[in-house]
């Protein structure tokens, strides 16, 4: 069975991203508020504060294209279901983007906290990748859609347990 890959939030700084998954001729699905709008993947609208709407898009997307052996997920906050209830339906490696706020040095434990989303999930081999900021001539600037969404891929392709696009050191010269 072709591989079925899985994006939450890739309309918006993931859409590079998922223009180069659908370019890999699998099975894409995306799942986002505006994802019916998304050309070369089945778009599933749902907004994922919503853990009903969330879960419903999911099973319509496995139901559709078979497990999930793939998924990328950028959720703006962890503190919600959606992140444990993908987790538990990805069948392989599951790539959590996460904010540079996760690298600031003052929380050391937010990587591990992180790490919890997929805590006893049998099937789904978590991987981390961390958005970093760039320091330039001029000073330091945030990832750009298109740096954010080639790190992605690359870290997606290299399978790297924890990827940090950018940089994030020293913490002090961020943005």
Known sequence: ?????????????????????????????????????????????????????????????????????????????????????LAQRVEGRLFQVLGSAMADPSHPDRLETARQVAEGVHGCELRQVVLGFKVEEAGSRWLTHDEISDGVLEAARADRLLTIIGQTEPWSAKP
């Open 1 to 85: 069975m072709t591989p079925h890959t899985l994006v939450v939030g890739g309309t918006g700084m993931l859409s590079g991203l998922c223009e180069a998954l659908a370019g890999d001729g699998g099975r894409l699905s995306l799942l986002s508020r505006h994802a019916s709008r998304a050309s070369g993947a089945d778009g599933f609208d749902c907004d994922y504060y919503d853990p009903i709407s969330f879960a419903a898009a999911l099973d319509v997307a496995v139901a559709r294209s078979g497990p999930i052996n793939l998924a990328v997920a950028w959720f703006h906050t962890l503190k919600i279901e959606a992140p444990r209830l």
